[in-house]
């Protein structure tokens, strides 16, 4: 059984910077690509960043470029999202998930077999 735990969320003020981690336990997500998604209320969840199995490369939502970094740790089966400069409009649950089949970062929700429970991430201005 495969879990993804998400942490490092919280209320910061804009322009602070916050790094979440996704934690994942039962397997090794070493052979997966990884993704964040994040959905703000009343709107569809949207894919922020995605990685692949090595870390190579990467692949990220225009608006947040500049500002995201996903990484990972395959060796402490974690995934990174350093998030800096952070906006209002950043305010969102975030969300890691792994796409098991795919070893290249995907932005497409229905590649992803594994999801987190999220965690908030809330930017005052």
């Known amino acids: 059984q495969v879990q993804l735990v998400e942490s490092g969320g919280g209320l910061v003020q804009a322009g602070d910077s916050l790094r979440l981690s996704c934690a994942a336990s039962?397997?090794?997500?070493?052979?997966?690509?990884m993704g964040w998604f994040r959905q703000a209320p009343g709107k569809e969840r949207e894919f922020v960043a995605g990685?692949?199995?090595?870390?190579?490369?990467?692949s990220y939502l225009d608006s947040v470029k500049g500002r995201f970094t996903i990484s990972r740790d395959n060796a402490k089966n974690t995934v990174y999202l350093q998030m800096s400069s952070l906006k209002p409009e950043d305010t969102a649950v975030y969300s890691c998930?792994?796409?098991?089949?795919?070893?290249?970062?995907?932005?497409?929700?229905?590649?992803?077999?594994?999801w987190g429970q999220g965690t908030q991430v809330t930017v005052s201005s």
């Open positions: 998930a792994a796409a098991i089949f795919r070893l290249r970062p995907v932005a497409t929700e229905r590649e992803y077999n594994y």
């Open positions: 039962g397997r090794s997500l070493s052979t997966w690509a």
């Open positions: 990685i692949n199995f090595s870390g190579s490369s990467t």
